[in-house]
């Protein structure tokens, strides 16, 4: 089955930062979805985003489907933006296989 | 907008004891899918059904059973239940013929004692 890396792990930010999270896979997906995974355990939908870009308010990701890789985009982070971020790619039809995430804290 | 519908929401179970699970997905929705993820980990692909017939397995041990009723409603029985059965259990859904987009759940915690 595919791997998903991400990076970096774990990430640190003042508030009013960037920052630019990186998920990789080992072969081509189908499909990518982008979650946040707030502190509450809740998995909000970022992006579904197989290839291109897409921008939503300060998020907004970009996917390169021929290199494998997709990157998440931040701005001008809030506290509320803190969790966990985990890419998913689609293997066969149904399945996603997450990646070990980015967790971010934004301090204020 | 409806979210998927997930209950309980909280589960405390014994070992050895058995435990139901319930999802409801989005109105329009036909396939349900699930996922355990366990502490500190990423979630983990069960299985998923589409139009009530199981289209998908993933790490689903053998103690656990599911299935998807005719209103599209799914539930994940789980049996003989161990300490490492505690976890966040998510259900997600996806609307018909956009099986690719998932919506999650907001999941249930099992904790086994």
């Known amino acids: 089955g595919i791997q998903v890396e991400q990076s970096p792990p774990d990430l640190i930010l003042q508030e009013g930062a960037n920052s630019t999270l990186r998920c990789n896979f080992s072969d081509s997906v189908n499909n990518l979805q982008w979650f946040h995974q707030n502190p509450w355990g809740q998995l909000i939908n970022l992006f579904y985003i197989p290839s291109g870009t897409k921008q939503n308010g300060r998020l907004s990701a970009t996917t390169v489907a021929t290199e494998r890789y997709s990157l998440l985009y931040i701005s001008s982070s809030q506290t509320t933006d803190s969790g966990v971020y985990f890419c998913?790619?689609?293997?066969?039809?149904?399945?996603?296989?997450f990646g070990t995430g980015t967790r971010l804290k934004v301090l204020a | 907008a409806a979210g998927v519908i997930q209950s309980p929401r909280h589960l405390i179970k014994e070992k050895r004891e058995t435990a139901t699970l319930k999802c409801y997905p989005i109105p329009r929705h036909d396939t349900v899918y699930w996922y355990q993820q366990g502490p500190g980990q990423d979630p983990q692909f069960l299985i998923s059904?589409?139009?009530?017939?199981?289209?998908d397995k993933g790490s689903i041990p053998d103690r656990f059973s599911a299935q998807q009723f005719s209103d599209y409603h799914s539930e994940l029985n789980m049996s003989s239940l161990e300490l490492g059965d505690s976890a966040l259990y998510f259900c997600?859904?996806?609307?018909?013929?956009?099986?690719?987009?998932?919506?999650f759940g907001p999941g249930t915690r099992l904790t086994v004692t």
């Open positions: 997600a859904s996806s609307l018909e013929g956009h099986y690719y987009e998932q919506y």
């Open positions: 059904f589409y139009e009530k017939m199981q289209s």
């Open positions: 998913a790619g689609g293997e066969g039809t149904y399945k996603y296989i």
